[in-house]
């Protein structure tokens, strides 16, 4: 019974954690990847369609029956939102149905039985708009998934590669990590180095460098990144400072392009990187670097085949943690950067809130979230063998 008791209040202590990731995280996760894979608009609105075009071959021309149901639905349907959202998925699939349908519709509405709609628009007699049809009754698909790393299916149904022009997410994506493991590096050359000094200070000034790194978190992600925008100016204190030296002979080209959404985000995200390498540093003994330099290492000796494989821990918690943080960066490279600069977030915020294409924002969330949950598996793995040897 005793036993029973702590089973019990072990369970009550945990259950508040369960309840608090269930409806905050795994919940909001199984929602977006609802809306990845979900794609009813078809199935609900043309029922008579789905129903005859699913045993149809998408060889061979339609039935009369598969014409007549796809008159009956356009009949039936009386919302125009719905409508719209027909139209809309249907003109993702083949180029040319936003017209093709509102052509049909209007004369469907206005004219008189019986209707040929080869006769309406010749556009009929193509299997390619009927095929796209009968892609689009399954109320779940991958189209958006494939659509997020630039794949789709060809006519025959395997997966092949979209044509250059019709989309940029791999490149976009590529990008993003590009810039996320370039941020990444920055902060562990500057970071490192800086949580050295810190881990060897006392006193007021380690608490002195300590706080300049933690006080910037208490400011809005906003205001920081404003501040960047006005300091990265070409008459702003960077350049300013540049010039009256005699460094450059004019401004330096350092806001809406790369090199401003790297230093931006450099100086945001160095917090992450400083605090977990400096926690490890302050956890190996201080007499490590002299007994080396009494055993004749040099101090550069010593740093490489001492202190910074005891401080690799830290730093590969600090470069998961600014890895993963930059991936999903959007306020900074909206503001420093230029067109070519945007990353993967400001696209889901196209497709989320331009377009209310929340099927391709969650397939693009979803990738993202693949490639953090495989980063943290290798960072996990990784951990282990190191804490084993």
């Keep these: 019974m005793s036993a029973f008791r702590q089973r019990l209040g072990t369970f009550a202590l945990v259950l508040p954690l369960a309840l608090f990731l269930s409806v905050f995280f795994i919940w909001p996760l199984l929602t977006v990847l609802g809306q990845a894979v979900s794609d009813p608009v078809v199935s609900q609105n043309l029922p008579l369609t789905t129903a005859a075009i699913s045993s149809w071959d998408r060889i061979s021309a339609p039935s009369d029956t598969i014409h007549t149901a796809l008159v009956d639905d356009l009949k039936s349907i009386k919302d125009d939102q719905n409508l719209g959202e027909v139209v809309r998925r249907l003109n993702s699939a083949q180029p040319g149905f936003r017209t093709l349908m509102r052509k049909t519709i209007t004369a469907v509405r206005d004219g008189t039985p019986p209707f040929v709609l080869e006769e309406v628009d010749p556009r009929w007699n193509d299997i390619a708009f009927w095929r796209a049809i ?155 670097m002299p007994a080396a330099a009494s055993l004749g290492a040099r101090p550069i000796r010593a740093f490489l085949h001492i202190l910074l494989p005891l401080t690799l821990r830290g730093i590969a918690s600090g470069g998961l943690l600014v890895f993963m943080a930059a991936l999903g960066y959007y306020i900074t490279p909206a503001l420093i950067g230029g067109p070519k600069d945007q990353m993967i977030s400001s696209v889901i915020a196209f497709y989320a809130t331009g377009s209310a294409n929340w099927g391709m924002a969650g397939a693009l969330g979803i990738v993202l979230l693949a490639v953090t949950i495989v980063l943290y598996g290798i960072y996990g793995r990784l951990s282990m063998k190191t804490t084993r040897a």
């Excluded at 180095?193 to 790194?213: D, E, K």
Aim: net charge positive.
């Design 134 to 288: 009968a892609e689009a009754i399954s109320p779940y698909t991958d189209r958006n998934l494939l659509a997020a790393i630039d794949l789709q299916h060809d006519a025959a149904g395997a997966i092949v590669a979209m044509p250059a022009e019709e989309s940029a997410n791999r490149a976009i994506l590529l990008r993003t990590f590009a810039v996320a493991a370039v941020v990444t590096l920055a902060t562990c050359v500057i970071g490192l180095p800086y949580a050295m000094l810190a881990a060897a200070s006392n006193g007021w000034r380690r608490q002195l460098l300590l706080a300049a790194v933690l006080l910037p978190l208490w400011t809005s992600l906003l205001v920081r990144t404003a501040a960047w925008y006005i300091l990265l100016q070409d008459k702003g204190l960077i350049n300013s400072v540049l010039m009256s030296l005699g460094l450059v002979s004019g401004p330096l080209p350092l806001l809406f392009n790369r090199t401003g959404v790297i230093i931006a985000m450099t100086h945001v995200l160095l917090p992450f990187m400083v605090l977990p390498i400096y926690s490890v540093l302050i956890a190996i003994p201080r007499n490590l």
